[in-house]
């Protein structure tokens, strides 16, 4: 971190000869390889997000790194969040600050993360999941997975073959950019969110502006595309993904609910990877764990770190009190409580950028936050 200055600036104050050097080290650091560090990416993104903004890192004269962001009041904040599932500085390796470095060296009120590539000893760590298929080929990584856990794969034939009884023939597409597509799967996802208790993060607006945005981007280099499944001619499951070299990262899937017993979401990733192997692609990210099929699919992972910094003083000591008032009320679960209601808070913040919409989402995730603490722990 010695001698490392840093300059905020507008992302459409950055050169040419900063968009060059960007590219280079994106395509030189193994670990910056995903569709979200490429310049692409972040020059839509700017187009559409509120408080966009790059800080650059230089020592002396050397510009060293990028770094995308967004502000929010006294909060920064991975240009696109709550949207963005990897991001940190655009730098070499060797030159690459940690967490706590940068967080030092940009020296905002609140620097919130969420999956930081790169090293620290702050915040905790992540596991995002990958399917790496062997040279490509769909059909060796299917019976790999298929020995591996026979019971789920088998069950998904049959979910197919019922699917395929009950409705008809099974077609599946994938490139597809069509925003009327787009729209659907935002309204399905819309409702989801409102079923689920989760926040709207499509409410606000800009945050579907992106989507659309990045769609409309000629191919080549980073794109963006949606795959959809149709039984019979219905639709039945549609998922929007972003590309960039051969990596293949599913964003934002969604399916009807009523055709839940036919595992429609599930067999449209399937088909997509087969599909997408044959075109080149070779890692298929499937981002943070969870999700309970996402471990019969993954077979790589890959650690990233979510940490909310505050600036030394009367903030962090707040957060910690508040643990210790969750542990009373919840039975010692103040820990994960507060990582709940970190992460709900965070997209909230992200998402809206009046006071009101942050008051409305906030209300909605302290009412979803007391109905945790008031259920029975089974740990």
Sequence with gaps: MRGL?????????????????????????????????????????????????????????QTIGYFPHQRRSGTMQP?????????????????????????????APRLTVGGWVGHGEVGQARRTVQVQLPDGDYA??????????????????????????????????????DPELLDQLIALKRDQYRRTGRHDIFACGWTADLLHRLMAQPEGGLGASMAGLWAGGRLCAMEYSMHAGDQYHFWFPGYFPELARCSPGILLSMDTMQMAG?????????????EHYKKYFCNAEREVREAVI??????ASVSQAAV??????????????????????????????????RARGAVNAAQAALAKVSRPSHA
């Design 5 to 61: 200055k840093v300059e905020i600036v507008g992302v459409e104050a950055l050169t040419q000869d900063d968009w060059a050097l960007w590219s280079r080290i994106q395509s030189d650091e193994p670990d910056l390889i995903s569709p979200y560090f490429w310049p692409q990416f972040t020059r839509v993104a700017a187009e559409v997000c509120p408080g966009a903004a790059v800080a650059v890192f230089r020592r002396g004269t």
């Design 79 to 107: 240009l696109a969040a709550p949207m963005n599932d990897y991001h940190g500085i655009i730098a070499r390796a060797a030159d690459r600050p940690s967490l706590d470095e940068a967080a030092t060296l940009l020296n």
């Design 140 to 177: 060796a990584w299917y019976s790999e997975r298929r020995k591996s856990h026979a019971k789920f794969f088998k069950d998904k034939e049959r979910a197919r073959r019922s699917m395929e009884a009950e409705l008809g023939p099974i077609e599946v597409k994938r490139g597809l950019r």
């Design 278 to 290: 044959a075109a080149g692609y070779r890692t298929f990210d499937f981002g943070f764990e969870g």
């Design 310 to 315: 505050l600036r030394p003083g009367l903030g």
């Design 324 to 357: 210790g008032l969750l542990n009373v009320a919840g039975a010692g679960r103040g820990e994960q409580l507060r990582n709940s209601v970190r992460r709900r808070w965070a997209a909230i913040e992200a998402c809206e950028v009046t006071p009101m919409a």
